[in-house]
């Protein structure tokens, strides 16, 4: 696929960085020709100009791309950068927003008109993602693949998990419907087979049916508390949308330091309550009393102190925490704290952005809200290689894992009994920048 990306910033970059990984046409744009040079040492193009000029987006042949996205800073400049674009040519556009109006029926089909195809709102991702983490508080991330006919549950492993301790093999002992497709181990990712061993303090990635979800919880040894009522840190977009998501489902109290978004968020919202100040205060955190809470969501610009923060409200008992974590390179730190979930915008974006991808080219999708990990999404064509054996008998790369497969429209999990067929949508776990090792057992 021929892509450009118009925007060098958090999530053009880190976009462009995850797609040099593949083999992909990437250009990179953007006026200032410094967010560039960090991209030169890719795989990949990168040109000086402004997404909304005739000239330079013809320069770069935009009207020949299959996807142009547009993710500056301006959401303006995002829509008419992407109608430009498809004026010009471009199959598919994507383009960033701020703006949540947009996504209603009655201005979507207005965005449409413009010559934008899909729309990406980095924000609302976030929010989702928070919102999903509340309901189900004993995990901390949650992927629904096959329109939820396969889950993917990531879990901190603690010592009183029945399958500590247990190599993989062993684990059908303990459950027939779980499949530990990867395990995050001082901050790097193993995929493993069946004399690996799931250690205390793993973060451990299993795919399951979501019937089976309380069967996984247990051999995990993890409870699942209820939410009445939540401390945010951050009065920023993200606590907006969550607002939005929550409604009057619990009680929300969000502590924000400057006065005028404090009071607007107060009009906007009566149901919540508003406190002005810096969390980081000891009389404020002391006076709110965190431990009364059953959830606590660091939303701030400063990804350290959303993870101290976290932490604090562990040690004074709050069952569930979760934090912001926008520096890329913090999260492997902060997955080895005991911080609870951890939400990152840019792999949000790049993950649904990913998902564009599969409406341009059909041959598979990717799940990137891991760091250091790919989810594929594949499916299987007669007479790929995958179906000639069973895949005990594949000897498959140690780079990736099959974990499950949906068949008939029905979800299941992959064992080494198992024999793939044509038809079948099969779910690849691998490290990143492994993914084109697919290619020698899938067409």
């Known amino acids: 696929m021929r892509i450009v990306i118009a925007g060098a910033g958090e999530?053009?970059?880190?976009?462009?960085?995850?797609?040099?990984?593949?083999?992909?046409?990437?250009?990179?744009?953007?006026?200032?020709?410094?967010?560039?040079?960090?991209?030169?040492?890719?795989?990949?193009?990168?040109?000086?100009?402004?997404?909304?000029?005739?000239?330079?987006?013809?320069?770069?042949?935009?009207?020949?791309?299959?996807?142009?996205?547009?993710?500056?800073?301006?959401?303006?400049?995002?829509?008419?950068?992407?109608?430009?674009?498809?004026?010009?040519?471009?199959?598919?556009?994507?383009?960033?927003?701020?703006?949540?109006?947009?996504?209603?029926?009655?201005?979507?089909?207005?965005?449409?008109?413009?010559?934008?195809?899909?729309?990406?709102?980095?924000?609302?991702?976030?929010?989702?993602?928070?919102?999903?983490?509340?309901?189900?508080?004993?995990?901390?991330?949650?992927?629904?693949?096959?329109?939820?006919?396969?889950?993917?549950?990531?879990?901190?492993?603690?010592?009183?998990?029945?399958?500590?301790?247990?190599?993989?093999k062993d684990v059908s002992n303990i459950s027939h419907f779980l499949h530990v497709s990867a395990i995050k181990r001082n901050r790097e990712i193993i995929i493993p087979r069946g004399d690996d061993c799931v250690l205390e303090n793993d973060i451990v990635y299993i795919a399951t049916t979501l019937d089976h979800i309380d069967e996984v919880r247990e051999a995990c040894g993890k409870v699942q508390t209820p939410v009445n009522n939540v401390l945010i840190v951050g009065g920023n977009d993200i606590a907006e949308q969550l607002i939005k998501r929550l409604g009057k489902s619990v009680d929300i109290k969000i502590i924000e330091q400057d006065e005028s978004r404090c009071e607007e968020l107060a009009q906007r919202y009566p149901n919540c309550k508003l406190v002005q100040g810096d969390f980081r205060d000891t009389d404020l955190s002391e006076e709110e009393s965190v431990s009364n809470y059953d959830a606590f969501i660091a939303l701030g610009e400063n990804s350290a102190v959303n993870m101290m923060a976290c932490m604090i409200a562990k040690t004074n008992g709050v069952p569930k925490t979760i934090a912001q974590v926008e520096d890329i390179q913090f999260i492997n730190e902060a997955e080895s704290l005991n911080i609870g979930t951890i939400v990152n915008k840019k792999l949000l974006a790049s993950s649904r952005i990913y998902q564009t991808m599969l409406d341009a080219d059909e041959d598979n999708a990717r799940c990137l809200a891991l760091s250091d990990a790919e989810v594929a999404e594949i499916i299987v064509e007669e007479g790929d290689r995958v179906t000639r054996s069973d895949v005990k008998d594949l000897k498959l790369s140690r780079d990736f894992t099959i974990a499950g497969l949906v068949r008939d429209g029905k979800g299941q999990l992959v064992d080494g009994n198992t024999r793939i067929q044509a038809g079948d949508h099969v779910v690849v776990f691998c490290l990143q920048g492994a993914l084109h090792k697919l290619d020698k057992y899938f067409s």
């Open 11 to 168: 999530v053009g970059t880190h976009l462009a960085k995850m797609l040099s990984n593949e083999e992909q046409d990437i250009i990179v744009m953007d006026v200032e020709n410094k967010k560039l040079e960090p991209l030169e040492n890719y795989n990949l193009l990168t040109s000086q100009g402004s997404a909304i000029s005739f000239n330079d987006l013809n320069a770069i042949k935009t009207g020949q791309c299959d996807l142009f996205i547009a993710v500056t800073k301006s959401e303006a400049r995002n829509i008419l950068s992407c109608s430009m674009a498809k004026k010009l040519g471009a199959k598919k556009t994507v383009a960033r927003l701020d703006n949540d109006e947009f996504f209603t029926p009655k201005w979507r089909d207005h965005i449409s008109t413009l010559g934008i195809d899909h729309l990406i709102y980095p924000e609302m991702l976030a929010a989702k993602e928070i919102s999903s983490a509340l309901k189900r508080t004993w995990a901390r991330n949650w992927f629904e693949l096959f329109d939820g006919e396969l889950i993917v549950v990531g879990v901190k492993i603690r010592s009183n998990a029945r399958i500590v301790n247990q190599m993989l």
